[in-house]
Structure formats: C-alpha cells, structure tokens
C-alpha cells in the first residue's frame, strides 16, 4: 500500500464521519427548542465545515484551501457574536414549550399582584 | 512522500474527525444549553485544529504550515471568546440551567 492510498483511505473516511456529525449538527439546529440552542448548534457547523475543508485540501493538494477555512473561521466568529448581541438585545420571546407554560403561570400572578399593591 | 507522514497525516485526520463526532453527538444529545455549548467549543475546537494541523503538515511547506498553525492559535483564541458571550446573554435572558446541575453561581448577581 502506498502512502497516497493510505492518506486517500483516511481522507475518505473522515469525510464520512465528518459528514455524519453535520447531519447530527443540522438536526439540532432544526429542533433546537430556543434561538440561543440553534446559534450553538451554527457555531459547531462552522467548526464541522472549517474541518471538510482542511480534509477537502489534503485531498485535493490545493494549499489556498487552509486560506479559505481561516477565513470562515473569522466569519463564523463574527457571526456567533453578533448574534449574542442579538439574543442579548431581543431577548428570548420565542422560548421553548416548557418555559412557555412558566411564563403564562407567571403572567397572571403578576397581574393579579400589581392591582392588590396599588389598592 | 515519506510513510511516516502519511501515516502521521491519516491519524491526524481520523482523530480530527473523530472529536467533530463527538462534539456533534454532545450538542444532540446533551440536556441543557451550556451543556451542549461545552460540548461544541471544546470539542469541536479540538476536531478542527487537528484537521488543520492535518492539511498543514500534508503540504510540505512552511509557509503553508504556518499559516494553518495561526488558524488554529486563531480558532483557540476566538471559540471561548464566542460561547462566553452567548452563554452570558442567555444567562441575561433568562434562560434556565438543567435540574440536573449542581449550582447556578451567576443567578444572584
């Protein structure tokens, strides 16, 4: 076996488990009950995607690959801070059921109380 | 090419590979927001790094090897900098912590 076909295997290989880790990734990001559990779930698909580049480079023996995932590197950071920014300023309206239900036995009691302190 | 660094190569991709599987499999299946950011910021840093490392090292050159070396010391800076900020707004929000954890040391401030 040469040392081109066993990098190629390997190659082969980790595009296959990296492709499957981004199927688990996108499915979180379809069911990820809040805003802030489908910016994590952005965050690893950055991560996954810098990673099928640098395999795609060893692959295919362009250098100017490794530029590219630097670059959505720095991309992929700016995104997940701006939306920080984003859940920090909209805060979380659109919640999970679970929280809902909370907040909904929340509300009344606070309406309830507000009329009881002012009289 | 040399064995040796094909060999280096191949286990340096498998493992790569192998930590993005499993930070994929902790931000499915783990219960709580910070629980699975921990996940993704470690883990997956690790995964992409290594692959990095990987097609730096494949190349042959040391430009080419410096510049994926950077993106890596890149990566390590930027991805506690980016969970931070995201679990601290989520904090801010209002997002509760699982039933499971132990304690919540920012609740009071």
Avoid: C
Avoid at chain 1, 33 to 55: E, K
Avoid at chain 2, 40 to 50: F, N, P
Avoid at chain 2, 55 to 79: D, K, N
């Amino acid at each position: 076996m040469e040392p081109s076909a066993i990098v190629a295997l390997a190659a082969n290989v980790a595009l296959a488990v990296l492709g499957l880790a981004l199927l688990l990734t996108a499915w979180r990001i379809v069911a990820g009950p809040t805003l802030s559990d489908r910016v994590v779930g952005l965050d690893m698909l950055t991560g996954i995607a810098i990673g099928f580049i640098a395999v795609v480079a060893v692959k295919t023996g362009f250098a100017l690959y490794i530029d590219i995932a630097i670059s959505l590197g720095l991309v992929g950071f700016l995104a997940t801070v701006a939306f920080a920014r984003f859940v920090l300023s909209r805060g979380e309206r659109q919640a999970s059921p679970t929280v809902k239900k909370t907040k909904r036995k929340d509300k009344p009691k606070r309406k309830a109380d507000k009329p009881g302190r002012a009289g | 090419m040399d064995y040796a660094i094909a060999i280096l190569v191949s286990l340096l991709m498998l493992g790569g590979a192998f930590f993005a599987f499993a930070a994929a499999i902790g931000v499915l299946r783990l219960p709580d927001l910070y629980s699975r950011m921990h996940a993704a910021s470690k883990a997956g840093t690790v995964g992409s790094g290594l692959l990095l490392l990987a097609a730096g090292i494949y190349s042959g050159e040391g430009a080419i090897l410096a510049r994926a070396i950077a993106g890596i010391i890149f990566l390590l800076l930027t991805a506690p900098v980016a969970a931070h900020l995201l679990a601290r707004a989520s904090h801010a929000t209002g997002h509760k912590v699982w039933d499971g954890s132990v304690r919540d040391e920012m609740r009071k401030r």
